[in-house]
C-alpha cells in the first residue's frame, strides 16, 4: 500500500533536489527512500524503478526548462528573444545543474511523453528563430547550433572551465550575438537566388 502523501510528483521533486545537490549519479533509489523516510520497496508503488524515475525526471526537466524559456521570451521577439532564451537557458543550467543533466538525451523511440516535452522546446525555440530568414532544414541547424552553444557554455561553466577573469554574461552576449549574425548569413544564403 502507498504511503500517505507519497506520490510520484513529491518523489520527482525530492529525486531533482539531489540531482542538483549532489549530481545524477547520486540519485539512486536508495537515496531517494532515505531522503523521503521509507524503505526503498515503497517507491516502487510509484515509480518504474530507477530507470522509470530517470524517465521522470527527464520529463520534469524539460518541462521546467520549457517554462522558463518560455516565460523569458514572452513579449519579445527576434534577437532580443534570443538573447533571452539563451540567458534563461543558461540561468536553468546554474540554479539545477542536476536537473539540467536528465534533459540532455534524445528520448527513445515510442517515448511519447518524453518526446512531447521535448518537442514543447524545439517548437518554441523554431517560433523565437522564425524571424531570421531560414528554411525548415535551416531553422532545425540553427536549433542544434544553438543548443550546443549554450550547453557547451553550461558544461563548461559547471566545471569550471572559465578562469579567466571576465564576466561571463558579457561572454554569453558576445557569443549570441555571433550566433545570430550567423543565422541572419544562414537566412540570406537560403533567400539569394542560385
Same mark, same amino acid.
Given at each position: 500500500?502507498?504511503?500517505?502523501?507519497?506520490?510520484?510528483?513529491? #518523489?520527482?521533486?525530492?529525486?531533482?533536489?539531489?540531482?542538483?545537490?549532489?549530481?545524477?549519479?547520486?540519485?539512486?533509489?536508495?537515496?531517494?527512500?532515505?531522503?523521503?523516510? @521509507?524503505?526503498?520497496?515503497?517507491?516502487?508503488?510509484?515509480?518504474?524503478?530507477?530507470?522509470?524515475?530517470?524517465?521522470?525526471?527527464?520529463?520534469?526537466?524539460?518541462?521546467?526548462?520549457?517554462?522558463?524559456?518560455?516565460?523569458?521570451?514572452?513579449?519579445?521577439?527576434?534577437?532580443?528573444?534570443?538573447?533571452?532564451?539563451?540567458?534563461?537557458?543558461?540561468?536553468?543550467?546554474?540554479?539545477?545543474?542536476? #536537473?539540467?543533466?536528465?534533459?540532455?538525451?534524445?528520448?527513445?523511440?515510442?517515448?511519447?511523453?518524453?518526446?512531447?516535452?521535448?518537442?514543447?522546446?524545439?517548437?518554441?525555440?523554431?517560433?523565437? #528563430?522564425?524571424?531570421?530568414?531560414?528554411?525548415?532544414?535551416?531553422?532545425?541547424?540553427?536549433?542544434?547550433?544553438?543548443?550546443?552553444?549554450?550547453?557547451?557554455?553550461?558544461?563548461?561553466?559547471?566545471?569550471?572551465?572559465?578562469?579567466?577573469?571576465?564576466?561571463?554574461? @558579457?561572454?554569453?552576449?558576445?557569443?549570441?550575438?555571433?550566433?545570430?549574425?550567423?543565422?541572419?548569413?544562414?537566412?540570406?544564403?537560403?533567400?539569394?537566388?542560385?
Amino acid at each position: 500500500m502507498a504511503r500517505a502523501g507519497l506520490d510520484t510528483h513529491t #518523489l520527482v521533486l525530492a529525486a531533482a533536489e539531489l540531482a542538483d545537490a549532489h549530481g545524477m549519479e547520486e540519485v539512486t533509489l536508495a537515496a531517494l527512500a532515505a531522503k523521503l523516510g @521509507v524503505r526503498s520497496p515503497s517507491l516502487y508503488n510509484h515509480i518504474n524503478g530507477l530507470p522509470g524515475l530517470r524517465t521522470l525526471l527527464a520529463v520534469h526537466g524539460l518541462e521546467r526548462l520549457y517554462e522558463v524559456m518560455s516565460a523569458a521570451t514572452e513579449g519579445v521577439s527576434g534577437e532580443a528573444a534570443v538573447h533571452a532564451m539563451s540567458q534563461a537557458y543558461i540561468g536553468f543550467a546554474r540554479q539545477h545543474p542536476g #536537473l539540467y543533466q536528465t534533459t540532455l538525451k534524445a528520448p527513445e523511440q515510442g517515448d511519447t511523453t518524453l518526446e512531447a516535452a521535448g518537442g514543447k522546446i524545439l517548437s518554441l525555440i523554431l517560433q523565437v #528563430l522564425s524571424g531570421f530568414g531560414l528554411d525548415e532544414e535551416g531553422k532545425l541547424h540553427a536549433v542544434r547550433g544553438l543548443r550546443s552553444i549554450l550547453h557547451g557554455f553550461s558544461t563548461l561553466e559547471q566545471q569550471g572551465g572559465f578562469g579567466m577573469p571576465l564576466d561571463l554574461s @558579457v561572454s554569453l552576449t558576445r557569443l549570441i550575438r555571433t550566433y545570430i549574425a550567423g543565422i541572419r548569413c544562414m537566412g540570406a544564403e537560403a533567400d539569394s537566388p542560385e
